[in-house]
């Protein structure tokens, strides 16, 4: 049996993970810190959607826009352009704090900046991973960037607190903006290979990625039951800190539910790195079923101890997911229409979300709390466990073995030859990423088999 060697060992995955975990780690820092600032400057929640606004409507927007010209350019040259403009923003917001009368409008600009940044930054994130790792060694490699990425916002809301409470709320937002300029500088030490699809216009592209979504009915299946979920975790974040706070003991269940959530979601990520089922979608979107879990005890008032382990239970199946969905997507796409599959990904799933802040809150008037969290219980459960029907979610993933090993001893055995006749440097740099293999998509431009996203896109 060939070993396969460990993502890490590679030299362009290690730059694209220490480069993802790094900003992570400094957006993790954001929101608490972006909260306590816009209400302090202004004593006004309006003020804070406001801003939050500014942010999510233009990556909304563009998102489509954004995969397209993923897969026109090389997605290492978008995302470190995209990052160097969110530096800029996140640091014209940190000294805008610093100063002695923060005003809202550059602020909000700001974030509406690095809002459009993001929306062409999210669809590069699929393809780098396809161009840097070879097809058998995927699975783990996007399950070592989830779990570093939940480890990372694990710890950035403390962060943020120290922050904000001894040096002010706009330092955070300047480590943040430092954190995008250390990944764009390790961006530029990654070579990996583009193959870019054919030009068309934006209209054509635009249909080309929507065709390939439709054409798969494991894929938009699943999207629908990921979109239902996002709505379902915004009604949950909507009406849960007050349910927690009147009738499961105070403030402090609340935040034992978060930090619950968050620990759920790494649980997941690292089982995600050992757990290989043979039908992964299928497994997957049945873990994504258990948020029904929490829903139900919040809607019944259940003992704080039962609805904080309810909720963790329901966020490892989050976190168990992404890595999971995210290699299917990079094993079942042609890599030239990675970005764009993504960015239709995302808008799907984030548009779910202001869905459920918006109609939360009204039903719980209308109604109180029980009825909408039952219904919404009810929905998620039969959204994502009802992919079971699907034919291609129960398929999907079933011949993968057999492929992955054939990819494997390719690999060894391509390994073995590169190092009896080594390449001379200048040569090896232009060809693709350096993964410690000769590795990147064949020539005809088919993704590499292996077994096996999302964030779902589930972007927690």
Known sequence: MTLLQHPLRSRGFRLLFLGRTISTLGDAV????????????????GALALVLGCAMVPRLLLLPLGGVVGDRLDPRLVALVTDLVRAAAQVAVGLELLGDQPR????????????????????????????TVTGPQRMRANALLASASNAARLGGPALAGVLVWTAG??????????????????????????TPGERRSLRTDLLRGWSEVRSRDWYW???????????????????????????????????????????????????????????PVLVANLGLALYALPLAALAVAAPAPVTVSAYAVAMTGLGFLNP?????????????????????DWLLSLAAAPLGYTLAPLAADAWGSTGPLLVTAALVAL?????????????????????????AEKTAEAGKAAEAAPQPEA??????????????????????IDAGPRNPTIRS
């Open 383 to 407: 959204a994502c466990a009802g992919t079971a029907a699907v034919p291609g979610v129960r398929r999907i993933g079933r011949t993968a073995g057999a492929g992955e090993a054939a990819e």
């Open 104 to 131: 809202l409008v550059p602020i909000a600009a700001a974030e509406a900046v690095g809002g459009i940044a993001s929306a062409f930054a999210i669809p590069t994130a699929t393809p780098l991973v396809a161009a």
């Open 427 to 448: 040569e090896t740099a232009g060809r693709a990423v350096r993964t410690g293999t000769p590795g990147g998509h064949r020539a005809d431009g088919e993704a590499p």
């Open 169 to 194: 709320p706009g330092w955070a937002f300047l480590l943040d903006g430092a954190s995008f300029l250390v990944s764009a500088a390790l961006l530029t030490r990654l070579r990996i290979r583009h």
């Open 221 to 279: 299946t699943s999207l629908v039951g990921h979109g239902v979920w996002n709505g379902a975790a915004a009604v949950l974040l909507t009406l849960g800190p007050l349910i927690a706070t009147r009738h499961l003991g105070g403030d402090g269940v609340w935040i034992a539910m978060t930090q619950a959530g968050a620990c759920g979601v790494l649980a997941g990520s690292l089982l995600a790195g050992r757990y290989r089922p043979r039908r």
């Open 30 to 45: 954001v929101p608490a810190a972006l909260a306590i600032a816009v209400t302090r400057a202004t004593g006004s929640s």
């Open 324 to 344: 999971v969905w995210q290699t299917t997507v990079q094993q079942e796409f042609p890599p030239q229409v990675l970005a764009r599959v993504t960015s239709y």
